[in-house]
């Protein structure tokens, strides 16, 4: 069979206007020696139609040479293109391979499992929105397994699928399978990857790979194939942190001065108003310009040359922001490290540091840790040595604008470079913000003695007997804009068509949960960690929660929506004026405040960010409850929570 769009053979021109609007899956393949990465790629390329018949031919004259399947057909001869690695039989550097179908295009990172190799796998990994683990199901899970699920989890990819190879050796029994996803979930329980799925194969012969297999009748799964076409990545790109690292100035004449580079994260706006760093000076965009012409908008990744309309420095690894979503920028920071150098990393020892376009110079301070891949548990190391990986605090010569790098791949990644040899010694992840204040415990890492259990309902189960899905409203806006009294008759409308929803009120939280916090900025923040913490395990439960908090700033917003799941979060404003909640005020907060004696409250002695782009905008002072409500659930049915 193909995959490929019938459009091919009958409108070449609107073939290729439906290949360029298709949306792009970039995914690697790993695990340990010989589990058949290679084999999985040249299959699915195979039954796919996908290789060339000249190319083809070739391969099946090396398949008598170097196969390994007796003289037929070695899917495996695809990708392994170099020569020590047809004659080893193995995969020794990253091998890409490009290729579409009817609903998507790809780009395949086929990974080596050789330990010595790791590092070329942390480089492929890198890119990646998805990953495919194999496991031999012979040998089960292995060292080199979890190494990779480890890095896997480090880079943040959010789609996992392990597929459990050579179940044609074990006569594709049941129990074998079973035993390989048991141990894997034991094992990445500790993890943090937020969609896992199982598929039992054989690369080698093409069960389950493109097409069902008849072979496997007691696995209900879908093929990889189908999985790979279907996987939802669209919510997985940062469309909320604006953030454009400078490449280069064009200056080409008098009259035009643009900044070049590739959008990190986020969407710009013509007119938007915008800051840089390190000088903080603002602006507001004149034009965006990309190859084709002028832009109305654009967006992460596009590569695109920005005008504005104030002459501002900016130089070639300053960061254009929004003024109020700005990056951290400092000096000092954490990260993962994983060392990819032989020579092993000195602390204190100078190397240079490239952070998106910027390079300084700097060192690793400590080594606070490093990580056992195996258990998972922190060990005292003086060093990193090659594909070891470890915590470490760095300090450079120069400040740079960064973000986590669970939040922002684009501004929360870095490399490090030897001085003197010039080479690539280490890949970090900004883990934790410097300088952040005592009890900010939105980056902390779980503790690896700790393991995450999974329950034996899983979501698809809850959501049919709920009848919606899970989901997390928050409603955010000053004391007074009704955020309660919406929360409950919404509450009250979800129950009486036979929902199963429940309100998580900000003042009932702070009468239990967080009756130990106050109310500055910093514990505003961390009433909203604890919340969202709270609202995620309501929605595992398959419950559709409506959040009642101020929520005064837009980042600590932003970080609310990251713990449940932007594809989970709703961000709901309601925008009644000062001037109408402090009619409204009936525990007299606004008098207190304009008297000095609430000195943190939003509003009036501390600010307001209200959200720039919320999914629904409620204008409480003019719309009377059940208008707002009405509005509340057909934004519920357009995002499909409920039918």
């Known amino acids: 069979m193909t995959h490929l769009s019938d459009l091919i053979a009958t409108d070449i021109d609107e073939y290729l206007a439906q290949h360029e609007r298709k949306e792009l899956l970039r995914f690697l393949t790993c695990g340990s020696v010989d589990d058949g990465k290679s084999t999985l790629i040249g299959r699915l390329f195979f039954d796919t139609k996908m290789i060339a018949i000249d190319t083809l031919e070739s391969l099946m004259k090396d398949s008598v040479t170097h196969g390994t399947t007796g003289g037929e057909f070695d899917p495996a001869l695809y990708t392994d293109g170099l020569k020590a690695e047809r004659e080893q039989g193995i995969t020794i550097d990253v091998a890409y391979r490009y290729f579409s179908t009817a609903k998507r295009k790809f780009i395949i990172a086929d990974c080596p499992g050789h330990e010595q190799y790791t590092r070329n796998m942390a480089t492929g990994a890198s890119t990646c929105d998805l990953a495919i683990i194999l496991v031999d199901a012979r040998n089960g899970v292995v060292e080199q397994t979890k190494r990779h699920s480890f890095i896997v989890s480090l880079l943040g990819i959010r789609h996992v699928v392990v597929a459990v190879n050579k179940m044609d050796l074990m006569d594709y029994r049941e129990e074998v399978f079973e035993k390989v996803k048991q141990d894997y979930t034991d094992f990445v329980a500790r993890l943090d990857i937020a969609d896992l799925h199982f598929i039992p194969i054989s690369a080698l012969k093409g069960e389950n790979v493109v097409e069902k297999s008849d072979k496997t009748p007691w696995y209900q799964g879908e093929s990889l194939m189908y999985l790979l076409e279907n996987v939802h990545i669209a919510s997985d790109r940062n469309l909320n942190d604006f953030r454009f690292p400078v490449q280069y100035v064009n200056r080409p004449h008098l009259d035009f001065r643009g900044f070049c580079g590739t959008i990190a994260s986020g969407i710009i706006r013509e007119g938007d108003e915008v800051m840089a760093f390190p000088s903080r000076k603002t602006s507001r965009v004149k034009k965006i310009v990309a190859f ?194 919406i929360a409950y008759a919404l509450e009250r409308r979800l129950f009486d068509e036979g929902r199963a929803a429940t309100v998580l009120d900000g003042q009932n939280m702070r009468l239990g949960i967080s009756k130990d916090l106050g109310f500055t900025a910093e514990e505003r923040s961390e009433n909203l960690r604890r919340s969202a913490e709270a609202a995620k395990l309501m929605n595992d439960a398959g419950l559709i929660c409506l959040a009642a908090f101020v929520a005064p700033e837009e980042s600590v917003r932003r970080r609310a929506g990251e713990v449940i799941g932007e594809d989970r979060f709703l961000l709901v404003h309601l925008s009644a004026p000062v001037e109408v909640c402090r009619q409204r005020d009936p525990d007299g907060h606004y008098p207190q405040a304009d008297a000095g004696q609430l000195k943190h409250f939003p509003g009036v002695t501390a600010p307001y960010d209200a959200p720039q782009q919320p999914d629904l905008n409620l204008p409480t002072h003019e719309w009377p409850v059940e208008k707002c409500v009405d509005a509340l659930m057909d934004l519920l049915q357009k995002r499909g929570v409920i039918g």
């Open 292 to 485: 084709d012409g002028d832009l109305p908008e654009a967006f992460a990744p596009q590569a695109v040359t920005i005008t504005l309309e104030h002459e501002i420095d900016i130089s070639r690894g300053d960061v254009i922001c929004r003024p109020g979503n700005q990056p951290q920028f400092d000096r000092k920071f954490e990260a993962m490290v994983v060392w990819m150098a032989e020579q092993p990393m000195v602390p204190g020892k100078e190397y240079l540091i490239k952070h998106a376009t910027k390079t300084v110079t700097g060192a690793v301070q400590t080594l606070r840790y490093r990580i056992d891949v195996n258990t998972l548990h922190r060990q005292d190391a003086p060093t990193l040595r090659l594909n070891e990986i470890g915590r470490c605090e760095l300090l450079l010569n120069e400040s740079i604008a960064f973000d986590p790098y669970r939040r922002n791949p684009g501004t929360g990644a870095f490399i490090i470079i030897d001085r003197l040899s010039n080479a690539t010694v280490a890949a970090g992840m900004i883990t934790e913000r410097s300088g952040g204040a005592a009890g900010d415990h939105w980056d902390d890492q779980p503790a690896t003695e700790l393991h995450k259990e999974i329950s034996q309902v899983t979501a698809r189960e809850r959501q049919a007997r709920f009848g919606q899905k899970p989901a997390t409203v928050l409603l955010t806006g000053l004391t007074g804009a009704g955020k309660t009294t």
